[in-house]
Structure formats: C-alpha cells, structure tokens
C-alpha cells in the first residue's frame, strides 16, 4: 500500500513539461489577433436555462 500511495506522489513529478509556444506576445496584442467568428446558435434551447431571469 505504502509503495502505491508513493507512486502516486510521484508520478506527477516525472509527467512531460509542456511545451513552448513558438511565439510569445503580450496580452492586448494577442486579443487583437483574435478574428470573430459567426454566431451560431445551432443545439441553443433556452427551455435548458430555466434558473435564467431576464
């Protein structure tokens, strides 16, 4: 049992580091980056959101 929890505690210490993002930009930069896409309300049932108060 010892040996399991054990391995549990470290399992997450051998886990694989992310990885880098080929390219690092501040936030507001990024944002503006961002291209909107079209609304779509396709599987939307507002019967689904009853605890919603207009």
Known sequence: MFCEAAALVVLPLAAVPPAH????VP???AVDR????????EGYQ???FRHWNE
């Open 21 to 24: 993002a080929a390219e690092t």
């Open 27 to 29: 936030l507001a930069l």
């Open 34 to 41: 961002l291209t909107p896409g079209t609304e779509s309300r």
């Open 46 to 48: 507002r019967t689904s």
